[in-house]
């Protein structure tokens, strides 16, 4: 192992791009308070079949110093050598009662593994306002930059949002993993895609977004439709001035992570390009007017970069709920 003591950010196989994302900036906090270097593992991913390539380098510019921040990569693909490496056996792997000793900056001189989401439970330990998360987190996605094939790809995928107003409809619908009795039941509603007009809804919140437009704007609205399933995307798809990027997904019920994908089926579709789809959908939401969304870390680096679409932005499941608790929460002190 390499004599610097690392902050390590490693997620979960499992974990999703926007939760990622947000640890990385945890992370770089705790850098910043135990005044280490931030070293980013990101190999093992599941959306890859190569476990060897780290899922950032691979698709973003590496961020070599981010303020007071060292920040180095595992099997960093620009970097011939020396490879940066650890022994797991040696790391420390805080639990919840050491995040606040992480906070303070008081720890021993072993490197730090961070594998858990910990975004949300390293900030409520800090002295941090709720301001200074946003602008901080806002800062960390304004240095993010994909590679330079998928910049020209989000350039060129640019076209239908020039010369309207375009609302990003971001619907996710788990695709399969937050059916009952799977590990993320729950995680969003999906109870309401059953309802009888789901889609006239999506429509009016979409259409909410705009009432500070004026009505010359309003005429002829897009939506950019972002989800996570075929099926999701081909109801969305039958909305007024719908249009969507991306082109391939998963199979039906088999979670929103596949890099097994069958030749026979997708032809030259790949791993690699299945997250190629997924980030140009991300930064593309980042360059509409409006945002209509159920909850997902996935949407924040468009709501932070936008400023939360400057108050023009809806959250789909409040337009489903009882009108008697509609009310309570329009009632209660804010």
């Known amino acids: 192992m390499s004599a610097t003591s690392y902050i390590i950010t490693r997620p979960h196989p499992e974990s999703g791009l926007g939760a990622n994302l ?3 900036v945890g992370a770089l906090y705790l850098c910043e308070r135990t005044r280490r270097p931030l070293l980013v593992d990101w190999t093992g991913m599941s959306p890859l ?3 060897g390539v780290n899922y950032f380098t691979a698709f973003f510019e590496p961020l070599r110093r981010w303020r007071d921040v060292e920040i180095a990569y595992v099997n960093d693909p620009d970097v011939s050598a020396p490879r940066v490496t650890y022994d797991e056996r040696l790391v420390f792997k805080p639990d919840e009662r050491d995040l606040g000793d992480l906070v303070a900056g008081t720890v021993d001189d072993r490197s730090v593994w961070l594998e858990a989401f910990h975004y949300y439970r390293v900030f409520k330990r800090s002295p941090l306002s709720a301001a200074d998360v946003f602008y901080r987190t806002r800062e960390f996605y304004q240095a993010l930059q ?3 094939v998928l910049r020209r790809r989000i350039a060129e995928a640019r076209a239908p949002f020039e010369r309207r107003v375009v ?3 971001n619907v996710r619908s788990g695709n399969g993993e937050f059916e009952p009795g799977k590990p993320y039941w729950k995680r969003v509603n999906t109870a309401i895609f059953g309802r009888r007009r789901f889609q006239d809804t999506l429509f ?7 009432t500070g437009f004026p009505p010359a704007l309003r005429s002829e609205l897009g939506i950019y439709v972002v989800t996570d399933s075929h099926g ?6 039958e909305l007024p001035g719908a249009f969507a990027v991306r082109k391939r997904f998963p199979p039906p019920g088999t979670g929103h992570q596949f890099a097994d994908y069958d030749p026979q089926i997708y032809g030259d579709y790949s791993d690699v390009e299945s997250v190629n789809e997924t980030i140009v959908d991300m930064f593309l939401m980042a360059g509409c007017s409006g945002l209509v969304y159920n909850e997902s870390a996935y949407n924040l680096y468009a709501q932070h970069m936008t400023m939360c ?4 932005q809806k959250l789909l499941e409040r337009y489903f709920e009882h009108p008697l608790k509609r ?6 002190p804010a």
């Open 167 to 169: 609302v990003a409809l």
């Open 49 to 51: 079949r190569d476990k």
């Open 146 to 148: 994909p590679r330079a």
């Open 22 to 24: 947000l640890s990385m």
């Open 309 to 312: 679409f400057n108050g023009n």
């Open 232 to 237: 999701m995307q081909q109801r969305l798809l």
């Open 204 to 210: 009016r919140a979409c259409r909410d977004c705009l």
């Open 327 to 332: 009310l309570a929460r329009a009632l209660r």
